[in-house]
């Protein structure tokens, strides 16, 4: 059963940095397109970037700049680098991929950031 992990949430202050992992067993990430999502408690879940297999990357108008995908294909992990972090980036992060028209989802990693 295709299982996604997502780690290193965690508590922060304004401007900090925090890195999410998004580690997958029975699937290789880097053959498949995987997106991070956040959803912050009361609103809509909210797409924030995309990396495809081919290693193009895309981001949400809302984190452009100050976040990054990348990939360690050894590891089979997706990171989420989130610098210069702001309140309003506080929610449940997901990280998703899709195979044979079905959507995999993590349980989540939770970052607060703090002023």
């Known amino acids: 059963q295709v299982q996604l992990v997502e780690s290193g949430g965690g508590l922060v202050q304004v401007g900090g940095s925090l890195t999410l992992s998004c580690t997958a067993s029975r699937i290789v990430l880097s053959t498949n397109a995987v997106s991070w999502y956040r959803q912050a408690p009361g609103k809509k879940r909210e797409w924030v970037g995309v990396?495809?297999?081919?290693?193009?990357?895309n981001y949400a108008d809302s984190v452009k700049g100050r976040f990054a995908i990348s990939r360690d294909n050894e590891k089979n992990t997706v990171f989420l680098q989130m610098n210069s972090l702001k309140p309003e980036d506080t929610a449940m992060y997901y990280c998703?991929?899709?195979?044979?028209?079905?959507?995999?989802w993590g349980q989540g990693t939770q970052v607060t950031v703090s002023s």
């Open positions: 998703s991929t899709t195979r044979f028209n079905r959507d995999y």
């Open positions: 990396i495809v297999s081919g290693g193009v990357r």
